[in-house]
């Protein structure tokens, strides 16, 4: 079996997987709600709660411990505060039991979260989207992963959670937003698509941020309303730049993973974009779509096979 650990920002979340059937024998993911007053994460809070929340899960499945080939950690990107609770003790464990440690990359374990409990299916381009990252990639193996587009600014899930803090809203803002915009009108307020005049394959939210700050000014109670507008141009923006890549590119398979690929509305608005362009499309479960140790594992299973070997 393989431990894994997850401390790359407010979530603590420990795993074990089964090597040879990459099935998921033990997952515990604790998400720090008390960063939820600050309108944003804390890194110094944060990595005090990681120190208290990572022993105590990783006793929840000591059972197990006798039977690891392998210890993997979350080792970049991330809040370097956070990433060191769970690197010292990756070390610390691959150190007693004198058993490989294996240092994963954030944003390609979100890719490898839709292969918890079965194959990767590879190639396949894909588009991570969370709190820190909108970006596109193209996925050829575990060890050959591409970065094809980023954004310049904010993220598609960072922007959510500033325009909820705008409204005075609870962190993390993206669950309220979205709930908030059942009820709203997307039309309402016209605000524009970024980048509109750009040719190239890029992503941006601030100005769509600030336009959004201006109408929540000059209306502050209209939350639902600017809720639903905002929502539809920042997923407008992400599908208009796949649709670029799509015409550019020969895609048959296409992933949407990270946090805010757990978006009923966004997930929506590309299953219509693949179809129109006979393009297989999937998402993460949702409980694997924020960050979590299941999907680190995942991907460290691939680099122990490298190691076994």
């Known amino acids: 079996m393989l431990l894994s650990i997850e401390s790359s920002c407010d979530d603590s979340s420990i795993a074990i997987?089964?090597?040879?059937?990459?099935?998921?024998?033990?997952?515990?993911?604790?998400?720090?709600?008390?960063?939820?007053?600050?309108?944003?994460?804390?890194?110094?809070?944060?990595?005090?709660?990681?120190?208290?929340?990572?022993?105590?899960?990783?006793?929840?499945?000591?059972?197990?411990?006798?039977?690891?080939?392998?210890?993997?950690?979350?080792?970049?990107?991330?809040?370097?505060?956070?990433?060191?609770?769970?690197?010292?003790?990756?070390?610390?464990?691959?150190?007693?039991?004198?058993?490989?440690?294996?240092?994963?990359?954030?944003?390609?374990?979100?890719?490898?979260?839709?292969?918890?409990?079965?194959?990767?299916?590879?190639?396949?381009?894909?588009?991570?989207?969370?709190?820190?990252?909108?970006?596109?990639?193209?996925a050829f193996s575990h060890k050959d992963i591409r970065l094809i587009a980023s954004s310049g600014d904010d993220s598609f899930g960072e922007s959510f959670d500033k325009v909820a803090k705008m409204m005075d809203l609870?962190?993390?803002?993206?669950?309220?937003?979205?709930?908030?915009?059942?009820?709203?009108?997307?039309?309402?307020?016209?605000?524009?698509?970024?980048?509109?005049?750009?040719?190239?394959?890029?992503?941006?939210?601030?100005?769509?941020?600030?336009?959004?700050?201006?109408?929540?000014?000059?209306?502050?109670?209209?939350k639902e309303n600017i809720s639903a507008s905002f929502q539809k141009i920042a997923t407008a923006h992400l599908t208009r730049e796949c649709k670029k890549y799509f015409q550019r590119n020969k895609v048959k398979n296409f992933m949407v993973v990270g946090g805010a690929s757990a978006n009923l509305y966004m997930r929506d608005k590309f299953i219509k974009l693949c179809d129109e362009f006979n393009i297989k499309i999937e998402f993460p479960k949702l409980e694997f779509c924020s960050d979590n140790g299941a999907m680190v594992g995942r991907l460290a299973v691939e680099f122990f096979k490298d190691i076994d070997e």
Request: proline letters at 6%.
């Open 17 to 138: 997987t089964e090597i040879s059937s990459k099935k998921l024998i033990f997952h515990e993911k604790i998400t720090q709600n008390e960063h939820s007053d600050f309108g944003g994460v804390i890194p110094e809070l944060a990595s005090r709660l990681h120190a208290k929340d990572l022993p105590n899960i990783l006793s929840n499945c000591k059972e197990f411990i006798p039977k690891l080939k392998a210890i993997a950690v979350t080792s970049s990107p991330g809040l370097s505060i956070t990433l060191l609770e769970g690197i010292m003790m990756a070390e610390t464990l691959s150190a007693i039991l004198d058993i490989p440690l294996i240092k994963i990359n954030h944003l390609h374990a979100h890719i490898f979260s839709l292969f918890i409990e079965k194959e990767a299916t590879l190639p396949s381009s894909a588009l991570l989207i969370s709190g820190g990252h909108t970006a596109i990639f193209e």
């Open 170 to 222: 609870a962190y993390p803002g993206g669950p309220i937003i979205e709930k908030l915009a059942q009820k709203g009108n997307e039309d309402k307020y016209n605000f524009s698509i970024p980048l509109l005049q750009k040719k190239d394959i890029s992503f941006s939210y601030s100005g769509l941020k600030n336009a959004t700050r201006l109408a929540i000014e000059k209306n502050p109670n209209d």
